[in-house]
């Protein structure tokens, strides 16, 4: 599972550097740096079941166009990749996220599959996630709302609620 992880982190991220030339770049110090591409959208979840050690029941999503993220919650800011199935207007999408390695997950990358279905009266997301624990993590859901991202550099957002 790890293996897999950062063999897709790496190729997400390789991928990422086709479409935006540029963006990320490795040092011989052993650093890595990813810069944000345009902003695109930002999507504000409310969870209705949450997960057990993380129970935040508000987080807030910034994507960029180069397949970058950020999420940022009460107990949450951490970054990562994402691959978006369908697009973020059509009325069901989904999108996979890969975290970097952070404190949120133990200093390690967690995948997250979040289903998004728009509705009459409000929008839906049906939540799965792995993380290199090894621990079953339940489906989570909840309501979402969704607009234009106007964050275009999001390293200073934090948790305001």
Aim: proline residues 3%; hydrophobic residues 35%.
């Amino acid at each position: 599972m790890k293996a897999t992880a950062m063999m897709t982190s790496s190729l997400l991220m390789l991928m990422s550097g086709v479409h935006a030339e540029g963006l990320t770049s490795a040092r011989q110090d052993n650093t890595l740096t990813v810069r944000f591409g345009q902003p695109t959208i930002k999507q504000v979840l409310h969870y209705r079941k949450m997960y057990d050690k993380k129970p935040f029941p508000d987080a807030e999503i910034y994507y960029y166009d180069n397949g970058t993220y950020k999420i940022i919650s009460q107990g949450e800011d951490h970054y990562g990749v994402y691959v978006m199935q369908g697009h973020a207007d059509d009325q069901t999408f989904t999108v996979r996220f890969i975290s970097l390695p952070s404190s949120d997950w133990g200093n390690k990358t967690a995948f997250h599959q979040l289903t998004f279905v728009k509705g009459d009266q409000q929008n839906v997301f049906i939540q799965n996630a792995i993380v290199d624990t090894g621990e079953a993590i339940a489906q989570q859901n909840g309501t979402y709302t969704q607009e234009i991202n106007n964050v275009s550099h999001p390293v200073s957002a934090r948790w305001k609620n």
